[in-house]
């Protein structure tokens, strides 16, 4: 792991720790950092299942889901 020194928007580090449940600022920081590095998976396989051609639109199949 790196050790840097960096400044710091104090709001912004204690909204992200408050969002993030993190208690340091070290584990804020490298959370943050973490979900944003995933966000683009996210967003992909959000895209994909948007996009999916799957069985959900028939009618058919899903008359029958919940039995």
């Known amino acids: 792991m790196t050790r840097t020194l960096i400044d710091v928007d104090d709001a912004a580090l204690a909204a992200a720790a ?12 490298n959370r943050a950092l973490a979900e944003i590095a995933a966000r683009g998976e996210r967003l992909a396989f959000l ?20 039995r």
Do not use: C, S, Y
């Open 18 to 29: 408050k969002e993030l449940g993190t208690t340091t600022k070290v584990d804020t920081v």
């Open 47 to 66: 895209e994909h299942m948007r996009t999916a051609e799957d069985d959900l639109g028939n009618p058919e199949i899903m008359a029958g889901a919940r």
